[in-house]
């Protein structure tokens, strides 16, 4: 067992982990975080996104000890209170989600993304960069609207459906 | 995943000398992209882990010139994103882009995929075409003879890989022929134009790994234009066969891949 230490949304969390527990396991199991989900076993469905000192990773292929000392946020964390994150605001009012598995990796995903490109985000990048984020209800559609409407980008998307 | 011990060093000497203790049950860990996914199904067991992300000689790119050098734990966004490759070697930044997902970018490391040398791994054909050095904590090793068979490369037991190095030819590009289900390259095709001639470095569709297209570099020294490879035939005996293509499909899509790369060398 080792000693962890990891800041979760902000919060300094300590924990005794064994070597192999996965990132996800200890934000599941130990601190009861259950947003961030499991989708796969082969580290393709993103549905585990969350943020590492401030970027995307998969946290079902990290171990809990490789973030120790590091700062970590979940889905839990985006909300200001009562307050929606505008990416979770934007996947409601865009109707980014059907059975909402795959939603906290998508928008853990659609943060980071907004994150990097801002504005400038456009309807190819995002499809591009929905690549490790699989949706089995919704067709993607939807959430390439409400992501490039979280982004302010100036162009609605062509394809989107209604 | 089965137990394992994890040991964070934070320098070069520190990482060698735990690996050296722990002889052959030990296993570097950097991005984890490939190692995590492998110990999660069981098919690799090290009972200990040296995280090599808190070792500093590994960090860092430095382009001087056309000269570009990459620390071997830099990962697949920093060299996708850094914008001395991208104005000097365009062809390379967006064949790192290219690799996996964003998430997985952020943690997969170069020096992580050139050990592993996954057949259908992108650096690898980049490498090569490029003349490549893979520097490690002891050597440097020329592309070519670092490359040596699917999933074997010129490494010795505990050898680290520090950097890859390499100098900016005049023209190049990567394309790419995703499997539409795992997004690795089915073939990846990096092609690098010099004043001495032209190389061609092949993934994906090699069934002892990435590989340097002979004929087709002779081809394109002649005549750096897609058609130049109209003629030429690729052994199907060499090519991968299995259920997502045959031998003679993806020798077929050496060429088409070639083609494409070499159209997109001339847009950069
Ligand atoms: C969903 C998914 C999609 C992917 N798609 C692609 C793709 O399209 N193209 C592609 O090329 N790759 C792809 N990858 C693999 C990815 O690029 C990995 O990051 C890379 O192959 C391994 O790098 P790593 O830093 O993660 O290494 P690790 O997984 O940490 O290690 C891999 C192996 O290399 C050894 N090792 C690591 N670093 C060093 C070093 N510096 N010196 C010596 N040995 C070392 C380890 O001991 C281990 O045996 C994908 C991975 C995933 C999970
Ligand atoms: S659970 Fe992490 S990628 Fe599927
Ligand atoms: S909403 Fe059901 S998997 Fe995406």
Redesign the pocket.
Known sequence: MTDVTITVNGREMKGSVEDRTLLVQFLRENLGLTGTHVGCD???CGACVVHVDGKAV?SC?MLAVQASGSSVTTIEGLANGQELHPVQAAFREHHGLQCGYCTPGMIMTAVDMIERHGSSLDEETVREELD?NICRCTGYHNIVKAILAAAGASQAPAMAAE | MYETSYHRPSSLAEATQLAAEKGDEA????????????MKQRL?A?EA??D?RHVGE?KGISVNGRSIRIG??T??AEVATNEEIKSVCPGFAALAG????P???H??????????F?P?????AALLALGGTIH?DKREIPADEFFQGLFETA?DEG????AVSFDAPDQCAYE?F?NPA????MC?VFVAKRADGVKVGV?GAGASGAFRWSDGEQALSGNFAPEAVDGLTVPEGDMVSDIHGSSAYRANLVKVVTKRAVKKAHSH
């Not at chain 2, 795992?182 to 390259?185: G, K, T, V």
């Open positions: 082969t580290s393709q998969k292929t490790g | 296993k570097y860990l950097s991005g984890g992209m490939t190692l995590i996914p492998t690799a090290p882990l040296i090599l590994l071997g734990g990962t697949h290219l690799i996996g997902d998430a997985v970018r943690m997969g490391t170069v020096g992580g995929s050139v050990a592993n996954d259908a791994a992108d650096y690898p490690t490494l050898e680290i890989v520090t790419k995703r795992s997004r690795y390259a990846g993934t």
